[in-house]
């Protein structure tokens, strides 16, 4: 069996390198990776962490590139790469224009399509912009739905996809981050949170708020946030650093939407240290020492569960209510008193605090890569 696993971004290489990992001890499969690039130096550092070697690199990062001129380059560099291939499988995961792009090819070449992380939906077409439809779009061509959890499959069933095509494989995020989390913490991580004056221990995720001081760590980067929803959360954790108890990490992303209000209204300021953007290794071991996590990313929505951390993200909608039911996320929006209203709700409710922490994570075991190889190997 020929497998072609096509990503473009530092998340989706994330989840798709268990995957990947695993394809290419497994016998009988030709497993080769095409990367689209479409996030560069973001993109690079996860692949020399799972020591992964695509042999196709279309490098498509153009600096301000429309979405229009992105899915273009997909559409007529990544054709050629299935022509030369001729893979019996194409897989892709979530929702980026990489996933939609390649979704779409694998339908016109009449090769069968595995999505990655399938069914999940806010059911609001603008939030998350452009994401939300790149998935439906997957979720249209894809001979294979690989749902991370069974209201993905719900949400999938509801669509009028057959369910003998779907499989419930928790989230390979997991395997990625059991992975990466047995990793020596990077000096980078235990020189900072000495020089932040914080316990240089790894934090108990199981241990509610205390007295002593606490990390904060913010990611914060959508497209439905830029503008005015971003200078809100900028001006909440303005609040939150006048408490004297905590110490916000930022690692900001590189997009100029991002960085200009976040570097004007934060840089500088007490409490607040601003990073760039973290490689996912020292990312992941600053996840275990945060007390709490602010946050607008996907990924660190089913990351944080994992640690025992409690999120509150910084959206409207989200495509992952599994962690909102469990207890393990709160949406909070964009609002500034909301966000710091629940945030110190958590910094000083002990109780609150434990029961977010302890709740069960719904986004898997760690063993979705197998099942999704599995599923492969017996279509």
Known sequence: MKVLSVFGTRPEAVKMAPIVRLLAKTADVESRVCVTAQHRQMLDQVLKLFDIQPQYDLNLMRDDQSLAELSAAIFTHLDPVFSDFKPDWVLAQGDTTTVA????????????????????????????????????????????????????????????????????????????????????????????????????????????????????????????????????????????????????????????????????????????????????LPLVHLMKHAALILTDSGGIQEEAPAFGIPALVLREVTERPEGVAAGTLKLVGTDTSHIVEEAERLLENESAYAKMARAANPYGDGRAAEKIVRSLLSA
Request: with cysteine.
């Open 101 to 280: 792009i390649a979704s779409l090819l694998a339908y016109y070449n009449r090769i069968n399509f595995g999505h990655v992380e399938a069914g999940l939906r806010t059911h609001d077409k603008w939030q998350p912009f452009p994401e939300e439809i790149n998935r439906r779009v997957a979720g249209v061509t894809a001979d294979l739905h690989f749902a991370p959890t069974e209201w993905s499959k719900q949400n999938l069933l509801r669509e009028g996809i057959d369910e003998s095509i779907i499989k419930v494989t928790g989230n390979t995020v997991i395997d990625a981050l059991q992975f990466v989390s047995r990793q020596a913490q990077p000096q980078e991580i235990t020189e900072l949170i000495a020089q932040l004056g914080l316990d240089t221990s790894e934090k108990d995720t199981l241990r509610p708020a205390t007295d002593e001081k606490k990390l904060i760590l913010v990611t914060a980067h959508r497209r439905e946030n830029f503008g005015n929803p971003m200078k809100d959360i900028c001006q909440a954790l303005l609040e939150l650093a006048k408490r004297g108890d905590v110490e916000i990490v930022y690692p900001v992303h590189m997009n100029p939407n991002v960085q200009e209000p976040v570097n004007r209204l934060l840089k500088g300021k007490n409490h607040i240290t601003l990073l760039p953007p973290l490689d996912y």
